[in-house]
């Protein structure tokens, strides 16, 4: 019975992501900190995307998502189970690189920790994606995590100059590859879903 309430849970987030509109969102929670980490000052802009991504998806998929394949709701998640988590998982890959930089380098230096800084953001977000991969099923989150992985590990592999570029050229380069994703997906979306009317509705029936 348990693994019979999974899949259905499993195929409700799938039919909430299909459109592509996540990954159009997500790209934003790269590009935005990718143009402000620079400015610290302007830091607080994150908290747009935090904020009013939630209601705009809803608009957009009321607008062409629903209309074409029907609303599910998938099951809501524990805030505060899933803030723990993520504080946890935060914490844990911290403590992972920490201290793999002693045991390496014997000390732990600012020059190391930016020079490892993309490795660090691929991984934290590598966890929202292979969240979003298993719940969903859908292989292209598989592939943004590979792309986040390899990304990361090359950037942490080469010398950039530059205190933040490193870590600036991962967030924009992700941005980059999500956003791209997540419109080609809205765009097949549109093309092969078309909007059905009641009496195509009830002809199904």
């Known amino acids: 019975m348990s693994n019979t309430f999974t899949e259905i849970d499993h195929r409700a987030f799938r039919h909430d992501?299909?459109?592509?509109?996540?990954?159009?969102a997500m790209a934003f929670f790269f590009l935005v900190p990718a143009f402000t980490i620079r400015e610290p000052a302007f830091g607080w802009m994150i908290i747009f995307p935090v904020l009013f991504m939630g209601p705009w998806l809803k608009k957009l998929r009321a607008r062409h998502t629903w209309p074409r394949i029907g609303y599910v709701?998938?099951?809501?998640e524990n805030a505060g189970e899933m803030l723990i988590g993520m504080a946890v998982y935060v914490f844990v890959v911290l403590a992972v690189v920490g201290v793999g930089i002693f045991?390496?380098?014997g000390e732990i230096k600012p020059g190391l920790i930016r020079q490892v800084s993309p490795l660090i953001a691929s991984v934290l977000f590598g966890g929202g994606l292979l969240y979003a991969a298993g719940r969903s099923?859908?292989?292209?989150y598989y592939v943004l995590l590979g792309l986040s992985l390899a990304l990361g590990?090359?950037?942490t592999a080469v010398t950039v100059p530059g205190r933040y570029l490193s870590v600036q050229i991962y967030l924009l380069g992700m941005g980059a590859i999500t956003f791209a994703v997540g419109l080609i997906t809205f765009i097949h979306f549109i093309r092969t879903h078309p909007i059905r009317d009641l009496g195509e509705a009830d002809d199904a029936e």
Request: net charge positive; proline share 5%.
């Open 17 to 24: 992501v299909v459109d592509g509109l996540s990954e159009i």
């Open 73 to 76: 709701k998938p099951r809501g």
């Open 103 to 105: 045991v390496f380098r």
């Open 137 to 140: 099923g859908l292989r292209r």
């Open 153 to 155: 590990i090359a950037l």
